[in-house]
C-alpha cells in the first residue's frame, strides 16, 4: 500500500510562489503516474497536475498552465508542484495522488492513493 504525505502548504500573497512536495512510502512510485488536484471549500475536488512514470509527459488543467510546474524524483520516491503567480482562487487544500498506470490523468477516480492534503491560502 502506499502512502502520501504533502508538505510545502501555506500562506502566501497574491503573485507569490509556493513549492508543495509529495512524498510517498510503502513501495516504490516509480511505474505510477502521479497528480496533484485541489479542493476549495464547498467545491468539488478538481485536477491541476499529473505526470507519467518516467516524468517525461506533463498534463496540466487550464487554471495551471503557464503558472505551475510538476516533476518527479524516482530515486527518492517524491513529485514536487512548483507554482507561480499565485491567484486568491488557488486556496484550496491541495492533494498528491498515485496512480497505478504509466500515464496521467485529469480523472480522479482513476486514482489509487492519495494524501491527506496541505492547505494553500492566498490573500489578495
Known amino acids: 500500500q502506499v502512502q502520501l504525505v504533502e508538505s510545502g502548504g501555506g500562506l502566501v500573497q497574491a503573485g507569490g510562489s509556493l513549492r508543495l512536495s509529495c512524498v510517498a512510502s510503502?513501495?516504490?512510485?516509480?511505474?505510477?503516474?502521479m497528480g496533484w488536484f485541489r479542493q476549495a471549500p464547498g467545491k468539488e475536488r478538481e485536477f491541476v497536475a499529473a505526470?507519467?512514470?518516467?516524468?517525461?509527459?506533463?498534463y496540466y488543467a487550464d487554471s495551471a498552465k503557464g503558472r505551475f510546474t510538476i516533476s518527479r524524483d524516482n530515486a527518492k520516491n517524491t513529485v514536487d508542484l512548483q507554482m507561480n503567480s499565485l491567484k486568491p482562487e488557488d486556496t484550496a487544500v491541495y492533494y498528491c495522488?498515485?496512480?497505478?498506470?504509466?500515464?496521467?490523468?485529469?480523472?480522479?477516480?482513476?486514482?489509487?492513493?492519495w494524501g491527506q492534503g496541505t492547505q494553500v491560502t492566498v490573500s489578495s
Open positions: 510503502g513501495r516504490t512510485v516509480s511505474t505510477y503516474a
Open positions: 495522488s498515485a496512480k497505478r498506470e504509466y500515464s496521467g490523468s485529469a480523472y480522479r477516480h482513476s486514482y489509487d492513493n
Open positions: 505526470i507519467n512514470w518516467s516524468g517525461a509527459r506533463t
